[in-house]
């Protein structure tokens, strides 16, 4: 599987953005797909997946109620709509998927992130 993400930007607080990220595969090529965020000296977090076997999507809190994950299976593309932007949300963005499955703790988001897209600047201005 390969990843191309896109529609990072510079925005203003409360403004909305939405990344694309196109896989090479089907969704039956992996067990779930979803969006990362990291800043400068932080580790990479999940924002958002959404689970091949169910469809079901996950999100973290932080990002709750404004941001939407969705897929095009036809188009082979997730989306992440993401709304009321914060500047804490200024951050690398990157799409990945799962290609093995994984165990995950009780609150973690079921992604854990084998393959990876390049990342995409999200900046959201104060």
């Known amino acids: 599987v390969q990843l191309q993400a896109s529609g990072g930007g510079l925005v203003q607080t409360g403004g909305s953005l939405r990344l694309s990220c196109v896989a090479s595969?089907?969704?039956?090529?992996?067990?779930?797909i979803g969006w990362f965020r990291q800043v400068p000296g932080e580790v990479r977090v999940a924002v958002s997946c959404?689970?091949?076997?169910?469809?079901?999507?996950y999100y973290a809190e932080s990002v709750k109620g404004r941001f939407t994950i969705s897929r095009d299976h036809a188009k082979n593309t997730v989306y992440l709509q993401m709304n009321s932007l914060k500047p804490e949300d200024t951050a690398v963005y990157y799409c990945?998927?799962?290609?093995?499955?994984?165990?995950?703790?009780?609150?973690?988001?079921?992604?854990?992130?084998?393959?990876w897209g390049q990342g995409t600047q999200v900046t959201v201005s104060s």
């Open positions: 990945a998927v799962d290609t093995r499955r994984y165990r995950f703790s009780s609150g973690d988001l079921p992604i854990f992130g084998d393959v």
């Open positions: 959404i689970s091949s076997s169910n469809g079901r999507a």
């Open positions: 595969g089907s969704a039956s090529d992996y067990y779930a």
